[in-house]
């Protein structure tokens, strides 16, 4: 009976968000604290107020309470990441770069200190976010000078988050071609990219060669 009943506020609440996403944000608000509160962090499953709402007005009536300076590496708080990353589109890029950013900067500063590898995983988990926030975001033109440097910075130094940075790279050129006020945009920064992804590319042809010429020396010694 209580997992039916549950199953029914789900669709009722689902329909709702459906219906009224963008129009009463104040009582959709209420309505998100209260549906998490019933089903809990483990259970409650937000894809659609996520879709309808966007992440900064989920954020906001559900705060992650990540501030870089805990004591307390649970992160209790911290389980909407993973809903956020599955079901977030055509949002803003600005926010991820006001919100997200300095919140993985700490966290990545925080994990070079020992027994505080969680808040690595945590600023991880934030910068798998990027690719669907560059998935149609809809201040290409305003809001990509906001995070083109730190992107060429990290794709140069991270190798844990360069895969998220270039897939979001790609996601911002392979859907924006038919848009030149965005293409323009981001042309603007072309000219930044291309060597750090020509020394990536060098890089990355010396290490395979690297491991070839190690791996063909190991079976040598094997024979021998």
């Known amino acids: ?16 968000y459906i219906v009224n996403g963008g129009n009463q944000p104040d009582t959709l608000k209420g309505l998100l604290v209260s549906l998490a509160q019933l089903w809990g962090n483990n259970n409650f499953k937000f894809k659609t107020e996520v879709a309808v709402m ?20 649970k992160f209790k708080s911290s389980w909407p990441l993973p809903v956020l990353r599955d079901n977030i589109c055509r949002i803003e890029l600005e926010f991820f770069s006001e919100y997200f950013l300095p919140l993985a900067a700490k ?10 590898k969680t808040f690595e995983v945590i600023a991880y988990q934030i910068w798998s976010l990027l690719p669907e926030f560059c998935n149609c975001p809809t201040d290409i033109a305003t809001s990509f000078k906001s995070v083109a440097m730190i992107l060429g910075e990290q794709l140069g130094s991270r190798k844990e988050i360069k895969l998220d940075i270039l897939t979001s790279l790609r996601h911002l050129v392979a859907l924006n071609l038919e848009n030149e006020e965005n293409k323009v945009e981001l042309a603007r920064y072309s000219k930044n990219f291309l ?3 020509f020394n990536l590319y060098t890089r990355i042809q010396l290490e395979l060669r690297s491991r070839a010429k190690a791996g063909k020396l190991g079976n040598q010694k094997a024979v021998l």
């Open 54 to 73: 966007g992440p900064r007005a989920v954020l906001a009536a559900m705060p992650l309470n990540i501030k870089g300076e805990e004591t307390d590496y």
């Open 195 to 197: 060597p750090i992804l």
């Open 107 to 116: 966290g990545l500063t925080r994990s070079q200190m020992i027994w505080q």
């Open 1 to 16: 009976m209580c997992q039916f009943l549950g199953h029914e506020t789900d669709i009722i609440g689902e329909r709702y």
